[in-house]
T-cell receptor, first 113, second 116 residues
Framework: AQSVTQLDSQVPVFEEAPVELRCNYSSSVSVYLFWYVQYPNQGLQLLLKYLSGSTLVKGINGFEAEFNKSQTSFHLRKPSVHISDTAEYFCAVSNNAGNMLTFGGGTRLMVKP | DVKVTQSSRYLVKRTGEKVFLECVQDMDHENMFWYRQDPGLGLRLIYFSYDVKMKEKGDIPEGYSVSREKKERFSLILESASTNQTSMYLC???????????????FGNGTRLTVT
């Protein structure tokens, strides 16, 4: 069985500052990892995903994430955030068949002017 | 673009009522999912379906049932609503031929259910 832990429930940050949202996972099989974003009053949308290959994955809106197998982590980063990045971010891991996701508890990113 | 539509944005129901949450997708996706979203707990899978008339339990199916009579529609049913089912409910869909590794889940905007 898979599980995902997002270490911070809320991350306040000033506009144009860098940010890192932390995610750790546990799984007994090879995993596929995802970050989804939920803007206020909307459903979730895919930000980026790691399937294989390069451990640094680039997504939409300037976000990137690094897969670290030894630390079982998949932290999300952005070098300079905007007010519009204010949202809730979810890390997720797939099952071995790749047809079901287990989500973490979410991290609320609050970008302040 | 794929559209996943949840029929109600907000619902208020009384304890003991039978509640139907409806979800329709317009992209002929085989897979459909129901999640509930609670602060600090993220999204938890209630039920999913890989085909018409087919259903599988997720992580927290107790107190819920589902119906998939048509490919585009997946209904979540609370047989007797209780206050601990107050939550945000999210429906999602995906095509079956590529799995979630190649095609993302497409989510609806959610139904916020309050049971009083």
């Amino acid at each position: 069985a898979q599980s995902v832990t997002q270490l911070d429930s809320q991350v306040p940050v000033f506009e144009e500052a860098p940010v890192e949202l932390r995610c750790n996972y546990s799984s007994s099989v090879s995993v596929y990892l995802f970050w989804y974003v939920q803007y206020p009053n909307q459903g979730l949308q895919l930000l980026l995903k790691y399937l294989s290959g390069s451990t640094l994955v680039k997504g939409i809106n300037g976000f990137e994430a690094e897969f670290n197998k030894s630390q079982t982590s998949f932290h999300l980063r952005k070098p300079s955030v905007h007010i519009s990045d204010t949202a809730e971010y979810f890390c997720a891991v797939s099952n071995n068949a790749g047809n079901m996701l287990t989500f973490g508890g979410g991290t609320r990113l609050m970008v302040k002017p | 673009d794929v559209k996943v539509t949840q029929s109600s944005r907000y619902l208020v129901k009384r304890t003991g009522e039978k509640v139907f949450l409806e979800c329709v997708q317009d992209m002929d996706h085989e897979n459909m999912f129901w999640y509930r979203q609670d602060p600090g707990l993220g999204l938890r899978l209630i039920y999913f379906s890989y085909d018409v008339k087919m259903k599988e339990k997720g992580d927290i199916p107790e107190g819920y049932s589902v119906s998939r009579e048509k490919k585009e529609r997946f209904s979540l049913i609370l047989e007797s609503a209780s206050t601990n089912q107050t939550s945000m409910y999210l429906c999602a869909s995906s095509p079956s031929d590529r799995g979630l590794v190649n095609s993302p889940l497409h989510f609806g905007n959610g139904t916020r259910l309050t049971v009083t």
